[in-house]
């Protein structure tokens, strides 16, 4: 639906029930000018709120704490319904900068569904990190699926298939000598009914980010397994892309939103009361849903926002050979942390 241009240190509200969460928010679309009073504005688009960390930009008291919006640039912040309506929005010059994950940001780059291609500028958040949240699989608290093994034949719920969520199953399975077509069903689900799913007996388990956890942590549910068991290591599994043309022309109002990148999660963990308030109030979210993952070890590893181009590039591979993306690619040509101060 169309969301008119927001005034100075003014942004788009998408109020969001906890059952609406995910990959059913409201999309919005905001046609951006290049400059606003002689300032530049960008515009930045993400898809699940406090979840992708960049959304805390649209709350106006976080805003405040910020050195260079208002200044160096101005913002115009837009929650979309998946990453692909993020990209259509990039591609129709309608935002500068979105929220992608593993496998849209290698599909995006790969298929040039931007003009002038996307060059990711930050990490969103890692998973997999042996002392944080990892994505997690969990079964029903009486049923009998414990571990990895017992998920043959069973009915497994992901929001999409064809994603990084996905490849969580794919990648297990593959592991331990099954196939992930045929020797499991899954079921594409909204997030927010996962739990409702597992105690229905519609689905026997399902792939649980770190806000959707919480309520599969409230019923005693079982953790089958999480992508800590499953990589080696810690890799980056959400960035903040820009378009290429957007750094080419505003580059400098790019860095700047960078810098207020780095300092406002500084800032959300040395004020984690205060900001789980406010992403609650913002959002429309329950408080204790927010309380109980966000800006803690059952969050995802999010200190390190610069870009690992090693552990990028593992992960780009890695998705070719479970199957997501055809080609691989060098990630050095379409990313920089020339945009991110380091930490």
Known sequence: MPIENSSRRSFLKSGAAVGTLGMTGLAGCSALSNVTGGTPELGLAFTVPVENIASLFAIEEIQDQLTNLGSEYELDVTRDQSTPDSLNKMAAGNADMALLSTVSYASAVRQEAVPGNISMIAT???????????????????????EPEDLEGATIGVNAQGTGVHSIIVKQFQQIGLDPENDAEIVELPFPTFVEAINDGRIDAGVFPAIFAVAARG???????????????????????????????????IAAWGEDFREMVDWAYDNRSEAVSLAAEYFELPEPLVDGFFLTNNDYYRQDLTIDMDRLQFTMDEMVNLGFVEDTFDVTEYATNDYIPQN
């Open 219 to 253: 019923e005693g549910f079982n953790e089958v397994y999480s992508s800590q068991d499953i990589w080696e290591q810690e890799y980056p599994f959400a960035y903040t892309v820009a378009s290429n043309n957007s750094l080419d022309e505003k580059g400098d109002a």
């Open 124 to 146: 969103d958040f890692w998973d997999a990190h042996p002392d944080w949240y990892g994505i997690t699989v969990f079964s029903g608290a009486d049923s009998d699926i414990t």
